[in-house]
Nanobody
């Protein structure tokens, strides 16, 4: 089992920045990739970004390319999502997730999920 604890959300004005963190514990050696997803009220959960845990290869949704940066610190078993140039449409609960199998945008690939952190972008 892998436990994930996400934090760093908050309220920010449009154009601002936030940095989300996701601390992993437990069987962290089994993590192949870490992903970030978001869910706005009334909408389905949406892929944001993912990174391969060993090689650090990133993968982004088109909607966040050039604005968000995903990274990880293997020594601290922590993943990060740096969010810049935030827009009101980025408002959502953001979840981190870990996959033991693959890097990709499908929520079904991720076995472990954090509790979510709220990001609100005001216009």
């Amino acid at each position: 089992q892998v436990q994930l604890q996400a934090c760093g959300g908050g309220l920010v004005q449009a154009g601002g920045s936030l940095r989300l963190s996701c601390a992993a514990s437990g069987r962290t050696f089994s993590i192949y990739a870490m992903g970030w997803f978001r869910q706005a009220p009334g909408k389905e959960r949406e892929f944001v970004a993912a990174i391969s845990w060993s090689a650090g290869l990133p993968y982004y949704a088109d909607s966040v390319k050039g604005r968000f940066t995903i990274s990880r610190d293997n020594a601290k078993n922590t993943g990060f999502l740096e969010m810049n140039s935030l827009k009101p449409e980025d408002t959502a609960v953001y979840y981190c997730a870990a996959s033991p199998r693959r890097l990709g945008p499908q929520p079904g690939s991720y076995d472990y999920w954090g509790q979510g952190t709220q990001v609100t972008v005001s216009s």
